[in-house]
């Protein structure tokens, strides 16, 4: 994976909305605005950045649901066992 990538995805990662449920996914436009800011010319570079850009926030966003459940996890076995005492 390229680097050019990657500082594109934590650039605008620091843009991300958040809900009540977590990140939630970068949007087209916000990236399609990013690449054509970069200099991205033409529909087929600007989606194939885009696409680029779409596989990393997967990851990323299955990765953050996963923290989510483990520590939603870790939290209810603690008030559980809080309760024991």
Known sequence: ???????????LNRFRRS????????EFSEIRTYA?????????????FADILAGLDEVYLTYMREKKAEMEKAE???RKHAARR
């Open 76 to 78: 209810a076995m603690k």
């Open 1 to 11: 994976m390229s680097r050019f990538y990657l500082e594109s995805f934590f650039f």
């Open 36 to 48: 054509e800011t970069i200099g991205l010319k033409g529909t087929e570079s600007v989606t194939f």
């Open 19 to 26: 809900g009540y449920g977590g990140p939630e996914p970068l």
